[in-house]
């Protein structure tokens, strides 16, 4: 048995803030005895009941959103989970780092460079893994609440239970001794009983160096 604390982490790989917290969880497994757990969320099944409500660029972009979702799920079912984690690092390289269009060419050379069969693209415009996809979802939104998004993080707390937390929500992401410490600081305040919420206006785009 790993004697590593489990962190599962929910991620839509449609989320640059998602994508930069998930760069800083894995400099935390190099300083921290932290195993990161992957797990698929869904902006688009959490904004679904609420498009008419969002600005139309937005509305539409959640619409787009199911793709890349759908295709992770797929890749996790037909797979195993141990895929999700290269797989969102080279879907998320190619999103935020390239600046990539987000379509099924992409994925496709995402896949192939995870090593799984590019013809997982197809569950991009299929709704055959939903219902895994929505389970996915609510095991991490349900723990955190429906007003936060992505990622959501859960580690076991002292008493049994699970911490669990919206974020951290930072640019760029930390590396080396300044991710652990923004690790502790962070388990330090979402362990704590009442505890909600630390925030501030964002001012900086996501820098991805």
């Known amino acids: 048995m790993s004697d590593k604390t489990p962190a599962d982490f929910w991620f839509d790989p449609l989320c640059p803030w998602a994508w930069m917290t998930s760069r800083w969880m894995l400099e935390v497994e190099k300083q921290r005895p932290v195993e990161v757990r992957w797990h698929v969320m869904s902006l688009s099944v959490l904004n679904e009941k609420r498009l008419d409500d969002l600005p139309p660029d937005y509305a539409e972009a959640m619409r787009a959103a199911w793709g890349p979702v759908r295709v992770c799920v797929a890749a996790e079912q037909e797979h195993g989970s141990q895929v999700l984690g290269p ?123």
Request: charged residues 25%; aromatic residues 8%; without cysteine.
């Open 87 to 209: 797989l969102y690092t080279e879907i998320g390289t190619r999103f935020h780092n390239q600046g990539r269009p987000k379509n099924a060419e992409t994925l496709a050379e995402a896949l192939a460079a995870a090593g799984l069969p590019t013809d997982l693209v197809q569950a991009a415009d299929s709704d055959r893994y939903d219902a895994e996809l929505r389970a996915s979802h609510a095991s991490g939104i349900d723990l955190v609440g429906q007003d936060v998004g992505t990622p959501v993080i859960a580690v076991p707390g002292a008493d049994g239970e699970q911490i669990a937390f919206f974020g951290p929500v930072v640019t760029p992401a930390p590396k080396g001794e300044a991710a652990a410490r923004l690790w502790d600081g962070t388990l330090m305040v979402a362990s704590t009983p009442g505890f909600y919420e630390i925030k501030r206006t964002r001012e900086a785009e996501p820098r991805f160096d």
